[in-house]
C-alpha cells in the first residue's frame, strides 16, 4: 500500500473534439426533486409524514412536476406516505411521483405496490457499477453486475404489470457511482437495460447518470455524459438524467457542465441537503440559469418563505451565505460596493439602454425582488461602509435624501458612532443617529412667535429670536418663508458671518401623517471655509425648512466654526 501515492488526479476522458464547452444552455432541462428521499435520509432527524407533506406541497407550489417521495420497502413511514398521496388525492394531474427501490424482487413488489391507484409515477432502481462497490462491496464481477441490473429491471416491468401500473408508471435506472465506472462497461449495461424494458419514450425511460460520490472535477463529468450521448443508441427513447454530490463543492459547475454536453433532466435538493457535504443545489442551478434568461418553470418568488419551511422542517438552517436564500446574500458591507449599488438604481434606466437589458446593477447578478426580498436590506452598515451605504438605507428605510455635499458628512458621523460601539448597526440606530446629531438641533439660537405674512408678491416673517438668554423681535422678507428668516438674521447685526449654500426640502409619509424633512448648509468663518448642515423636520414644510436652519447655526456654534 505505501507503494501508491495516496491520492491520484482522474485519469481523463478519452474524448475525441468534444462539443460541450462550445454548446450554450437556451432551454431548461427538466427538473426533478429528491428532497423527500435523497435529502430526507440524511437528515440528521427524518422528516415526519406531517413535514414531508408540507415539503411536499411547498415543491407543487414552487413548479417542480417530478418529485421523488420515498423508498417505501425502506419503512412503513414512507410506504404510508406514499400511500397518503395516492389515497386522499393529494398529487396533481400534472406531477409525478417517483419511488426508489434495489433490484431485490421482494423490496421492488413492495414498492410496486405502494403506487396502487396513482395517476402518474416512476420506480427508480439503481445498481452499483463502480469496481469499488461491484467487487469489493458486493463481491460481484461485472457480468454479475450487469445481470443484476437486466434482472432487477425485469421485476420492476413484471412487478408495473401486475399491479396494473403499466400505462401509468415509468422506470429510472441509475448505475450507481456512474463517475467512478469503466464508461464502455456502464454504456454496455445500460443498453442491455434499455432492451429489457422495452420500447419507451424519454417521459417512460430515464437513465440516471450519476456523480454518487465527487471525485471527478466538472469537466470529466461532462466528457462522461457527453461520450455516453454519442455512443448509446436509443436517445430518442430515454431521457439522460443527472444527480451530482457534492463532495468537492462542485455539484453545480459539474451540473451545469453535463446539461451541456447533453443532460436533459437534472435531479437534486433544495439548498442541497443530502448525505454527506450534500446533493445538487437545485435552488442554485435554476437560478443561475434564469439569471441568464434561461426559463426554468420553477418560482423562487417568495424565497424567505421557502427558507422557513426547508428550516421547519430539515432542522437544518440555511447558510447566511447561500447564494440566493442566505440573509446575507445580497448584502454589502463595503462601502465602495454600497456606493456602486446605490448608483446603479439610480442610473437604471440608462443603464438598461446601455447594456440592452432589464437587468444590470453592481454587485447584484439578479434582481432580489424576483426572490420577495427587499431592496432595504440590501446594504448593512458596519466598520466598513462608507458613506454610499449610509445615505442608501436613509433613502429606501425612510425616503430621507440628504443632499450630496452632505453625504461626507453624516459618512463621519456614522463611522464614529460604529467605531465607539463596534459591530454592526440596523437602520433604527441610523435614523437615531441622524436625529440626534442633525435634526431640530437645539443651542443657543432658537424661535418663537413665527407668524408669515406677504407683502406683494414677496414673503414675511416675523419672530422671536432668542440667542443665549437674550430676546430679540425680528421682521424680514424674501421670496420665500426660509429667505425672509434669513434676510431678517442677516440684517440685524446679530449674527456671525453666514451664507445659506444649500437647500433642500422632501415630504415624508402620506395622508394624516405626512411631514416633511429640510436640509440646510449653511457657511460659515470669515472666508466662508466651513460648510455645516442641519435638518428640520415638521409637519409644516416651511417651519421644516426654518427649523434646518436653526439647527445648522446652532451645530455651526457647538463647532466653533461661528465668528464676526
Request: glycine letters at 8%.
Amino acid at each position: 500500500m505505501e507503494s501508491y501515492p495516496k491520492y491520484r488526479y482522474p485519469d481523463p476522458v478519452k474524448i475525441e473534439n468534444r462539443q460541450w464547452p462550445d454548446r450554450v444552455i437556451t432551454q431548461s432541462p427538466k427538473w426533478a426533486s429528491v428532497d423527500l428521499r435523497d435529502g430526507n435520509q440524511a437528515l440528521p432527524e427524518p422528516m415526519s409524514p406531517a413535514h414531508k407533506l408540507e415539503y411536499f406541497n411547498m415543491l407543487v407550489k414552487i413548479g417542480f412536476k417530478e418529485i421523488e417521495v420515498a423508498f417505501p420497502s425502506a419503512s412503513a413511514d414512507d410506504y404510508n406516505f406514499v400511500r397518503m398521496l395516492i389515497e386522499e388525492n393529494l398529487i396533481p394531474d400534472d406531477v409525478t411521483i417517483s419511488v426508489l427501490t434495489q433490484a431485490r424482487k421482494h423490496l421492488i413488489d413492495r414498492t410496486a405496490e405502494s403506487l396502487r391507484g396513482v395517476k402518474k409515477a416512476l420506480i427508480h432502481c439503481y445498481v452499483p457499477t463502480s469496481d469499488l462497490h461491484g467487487r469489493f462491496v458486493f463481491n460481484h464481477s461485472r457480468d454479475e453486475v450487469k445481470a443484476m441490473a437486466i434482472e432487477g429491471t425485469r421485476m420492476v416491468r413484471e412487478a408495473i404489470e401486475r399491479e396494473g401500473l403499466k400505462e401509468v408508471c415509468g422506470y429510472e435506472f441509475s448505475p450507481e457511482e456512474f463517475t467512478d465506472s469503466d464508461l464502455d462497461f456502464v454504456l454496455d449495461l445500460c443498453c442491455a437495460v434499455k432492451r429489457e424494458w422495452g420500447p419507451s419514450t424519454p417521459e417512460s425511460f430515464i437513465l440516471n447518470l450519476p456523480a454518487t460520490v465527487e471525485r471527478r472535477p466538472p469537466n470529466q463529468y461532462a466528457d462522461m455524459i457527453e461520450l455516453f450521448c454519442r455512443n448509446y443508441p436509443y436517445l430518442s427513447e430515454t431521457a439522460i438524467s443527472i444527480h451530482a454530490h457534492n463532495d468537492q463543492g462542485c455539484a453545480v459547475a459539474a451540473s451545469e457542465l453535463a446539461v451541456l454536453a447533453g443532460a436533459t433532466r437534472v435531479e437534486g435538493t433544495i439548498f442541497g441537503h443530502g448525505e454527506r457535504t450534500g446533493n445538487l443545489d437545485l435552488a442554485v442551478l435554476a437560478l443561475n440559469l434564469e439569471s441568464r434568461g434561461v426559463p426554468t418553470g420553477l418560482s423562487f418568488s417568495d424565497m424567505p418563505e421557502i427558507v422557513r419551511i426547508v428550516e421547519r422542517n430539515s432542522g437544518i438552517e440555511v447558510h447566511p451565505r447561500h447564494p440566493y436564500a442566505g440573509d446575507l446574500a445580497f448584502t454589502a458591507f463595503s462601502g465602495s460596493h454600497q456606493d456602486a449599488i446605490r448608483k446603479g438604481f439610480e442610473h437604471r434606466a440608462e443603464i438598461s439602454d446601455f447594456f440592452r437589458q432589464g437587468w444590470k446593477i453592481p454587485y447584484l447578478h439578479l434582481d432580489p425582488a424576483d426572490l420577495g426580498r427587499q431592496y432595504e436590506k440590501l446594504i448593512r452598515i458596519n466598520s466598513q461602509s462608507g458613506k454610499g451605504g449610509v445615505v442608501y438605507v436613509l433613502e429606501k428605510e425612510f425616503g430621507i435624501y440628504p443632499p450630496k455635499s452632505m453625504h461626507p458628512e453624516i459618512g463621519a458621523v456614522v463611522q464614529k458612532y460604529i467605531d465607539e460601539t463596534g459591530g454592526e448597526i440596523d437602520s433604527k440606530i441610523l435614523r437615531q443617529i441622524l436625529d440626534d446629531t442633525f435634526v431640530n438641533i437645539e443651542g443657543p439660537y432658537r424661535m418663537e412667535n413665527y407668524q408669515r405674512a406677504s407683502v406683494g408678491d414677496r414673503s414675511g416673517a416675523t419672530f422671536t429670536w432668542f440667542i443665549g438668554g437674550e430676546k430679540h423681535e425680528l421682521t424680514g422678507q424674501g421670496n420665500g418663508p426660509l429667505s425672509a428668516v434669513v434676510h431678517s438674521l442677516k440684517s440685524s447685526g446679530l449674527m456671525p458671518f453666514f451664507k445659506l449654500e444649500d437647500f433642500s426640502e422632501r415630504s415624508l409619509g402620506k395622508d394624516a401623517d405626512a411631514h416633511a424633512i429640510a436640509f440646510v448648509g449653511l457657511r460659515c468663518g470669515p472666508d466662508g471655509e466651513h460648510l455645516v448642515y442641519g435638518a428640520g423636520e415638521h409637519s409644516n414644510i416651511d417651519r421644516a425648512a426654518i427649523a434646518a436652519l436653526i439647527s445648522a447655526m446652532n451645530r455651526a456654534a457647538a463647532a466653533g466654526v461661528f465668528h464676526d
